[in-house]
């Protein structure tokens, strides 16, 4: 057993579309030490979004087996798998996905009074959060108040809320421009550095990748590199 704290095996992925089936993943094997930067980069189709949903438990693989610290989460229930999920991987995605009604300290305290957090401690960690994100003055902006950037700053802090050991970012500057791009870049590896967080992050910005310690390139459902720096 390899001494990396997520050891990934195997991993495939069917989809039926109709009478055809299309095998997204054919075989992923990898090891991810914690606290590890990576990027993972590919052309459209390559698998990386349904690789990174596998690994964030979203989908469960088609076979293949994936360990968090020697724990197989795949073999856990549903129920068990939405809880462990709660509770250590946190998402950004390229749209932030915020409740437009909710402040920003609203929307980020939101999973932990789902996961049973009182609402004073949980104020309390999403305001240090949203403090190191540069937002504190900020909070109590609803959505439609804050720029494309600040948005995604608030998705950022809202996945950091219930302190997760691994930090999943698919796309998440893909909507934004050059400059409000390289602030949630550098706000993504700051809170990585900050909350002891793996990160795992999917673009098409190659200076995004070249800042990384660690490039994984997908091609056709396989990992083509994995470049150590």
């Not at 390559?46 to 690789?51: L, N």
């Not at 930090?167 to 390289?182: H, I, Q, S, W």
């Amino acid at each position: 057993m390899s001494s990396a704290d997520i050891v990934i095996r195997g991993i495939r992925k069917t989809f039926s579309l109709g009478a055809k089936s299309v095998e997204a993943l054919r075989g992923i094997d990898l090891d991810i030490s914690k606290g590890e930067l990576v990027c993972i980069m590919g052309a459209s189709g390559a698998g990386k979004s349904t690789f990174l949903h596998i690994l964030g438990t979203v989908e469960r693989p088609t076979s293949g087996q994936i360990t968090y610290d020697s724990r197989d989460i795949f073999g856990m229930s549903d129920d068990e798998l939405s809880e462990f999920r709660n509770k250590n991987i946190g998402f950004v995605f390229q749209f932030h996905h915020l409740l437009p009604d909710f402040t920003a300290l609203e929307n980020v305290i939101m999973p932990a009074l789902i996961g049973g957090t009182n609402m004073k401690e949980a104020t309390d960690i999403a305001a240090d959060i949203l403090k190191n994100l540069g937002l504190s003055d900020r909070m109590e902006h609803k959505p439609a108040e804050l720029s494309g950037g600040e948005q995604q700053r608030v998705a950022i802090a809202r996945a950091l809320i219930m302190k997760p050991s691994l930090l999943l970012a698919d796309e998440p500057t893909g909507n934004l421009d050059t400059a409000a791009g390289n602030i949630v870049f550098d706000m993504l590896l700051k809170a990585s550095e900050v909350y002891k967080t793996t990160l795992i992050l999917v673009t098409h910005n190659d200076a995004f990748s070249r800042n990384m310690p660690r490039l994984i390139k997908m091609k056709d459902g396989l990992i083509e590199e994995d470049i150590k720096r």
